[in-house]
């Protein structure tokens, strides 16, 4: 059973940095998505960064230059490293695991695991 386990969040004033940690187990494929989502109230689900197997990696518009996407397979965890936070930026954070395909899609549909998700408050 795959297993997803967020850390790091917490509460920032604008500008500064978090970086969030997703420990993952319970899986070993060989190709596989892994991606991190936020979620703020009143809104639905967003994509922010997604990295595949072979360590290519995609970006949110609103998140690109800002945030830095990255896994430590020795570790089995994933990164988030959040630089010049924005209020906007205020959600919940949630790693998940796309087994199916090797590449990423921004679609959060098609990943099958998800962790239980790590607050991120930032105030202006």
């Known amino acids: 059973q795959v297993h997803l386990v967020e850390s790091g969040g917490g509460s920032v004033q604008a500008g500064g940095s978090l970086r969030l940690s997703c420990a993952a187990s319970g899986y070993s494929y060989s190709g596989y998505c892994m991606g991190w989502f936020r979620q703020a109230p009143g809104k639905e689900r967003e994509w922010v960064a997604s990295i595949d197997s072979d360590g290519r990696t995609i970006y949110a518009v609103s998140v690109k230059g800002r945030f830095t996407i990255s896994e430590d397979n020795a570790k089995n965890t994933l990164y988030l490293e959040m630089n010049s936070l924005k209020p906007e930026d205020t959600a919940m954070y949630y790693c998940?695991?796309?087994?199916?395909?090797?590449?990423?899609?921004?679609?959060?549909?098609?990943?099958?695991?998800w962790g239980q998700g790590t607050q991120v408050t930032v105030s202006s």
């Open positions: 998940a695991v796309d087994v199916s395909r090797g590449f990423c899609v921004s679609s959060q549909y098609v990943y099958e695991y």
